[in-house]
Structure formats: C-alpha cells, structure tokens
C-alpha cells in the first residue's frame, strides 16, 4: 500500500517548512504497512491541489492521498473542492463521520468542508490541518481506510 500526505498552507509552502499533521500521519500509516512515497506542503491553490491529485492517481503510484488543512468556509479553503474536481465518486459518510466525531470537542466542527472520495483506484480524504485532529481523525477511521484501499487493489 502507497500513500502520499499533503498539507496546504501558503504560509508554510512559502517559508518551506515541515508539516506537523503530515509527519504524524506518516508515522501512523507506516505502522500499518503504508509506504508514504510523497509528503509535503502545497500552497493553498486549488488547481495546484487537484492537479497534483490528479497527476497521482492517474500514474498509480499512490493508492491513498491524504491532504491537511484548508478545509474551512473562508475562500483560501480549497482542499475539499481541489479533491471534488478529481474525484470520480465521492465517499460522504467518511466527512459526515469525521464531523459527527469531532462534535464532540468542538461546535465548529459543523464549519468543516472536508470531502473524500475515489480517483480511478486511489482513495483521497482530506483531513484538519492540525496534528492533534488529523492524527485523531485518521485513527478513527484507519480500519475503513485500509479496507477500501487493499480491495481497490484486487
């Protein structure tokens, strides 16, 4: 199993620096037997975003992309409609879980947009920028995970 974890931050992009989220992340799914064949911090851009989705899902290199932040209401959030451009088929029980289970620490979890969905044979979720949520979230959900991605690739 492949996987490659993208957090979008401008501010970070720019100043080139490492992502807290993405090493957690990358930590957890290597536990699990994920190889994280790409991470890093993209600027907060849509067609950026979707584009380097879509350049990886359809080169089969990954069967899991993973994107951190940039998933609230304001215009600069564009996580969740860069992984909608390139999505062939949405999954909206993974988001709507996601939210349901972070109601639980905070109300405005109800402002999250974050999407996921399937690209050919490549699963794409988009998780909360910060480590704590994304690493809480990702345990939450890592058996479904696993699941969709070993049965994409028989």
Known sequence: MKAAIFT?????????AESAAASALKRMLEQVG???????VLPQDRSVASSVMERLADSDSVDL??????????EKDCAPDALMDVADRLLP???????A?????????ILDRSAAGIRK???????PESAKMAKE??????????????????
């Open 8 to 16: 979008l931050d401008t501010g970070a992009y720019r100043a080139k």
């Open 121 to 127: 044979k490549t699963m794409l979720v988009n998780l």
């Open 101 to 109: 289970y972070n109601i639980r620490h905070s109300k405005k979890a």
């Open 34 to 40: 994920f190889e994280v064949k790409a991470a890093g």
């Open 137 to 154: 979230n990702m345990e939450y959900i890592l058996p479904e995970i696993v699941q969709v991605v070993e049965t994409m690739s028989l």
């Open 93 to 99: 029980g993974i988001p709507e879980a996601l939210r």
């Open 65 to 74: 992309i993973l994107t951190t932040g940039a998933v609230g209401y304001t």
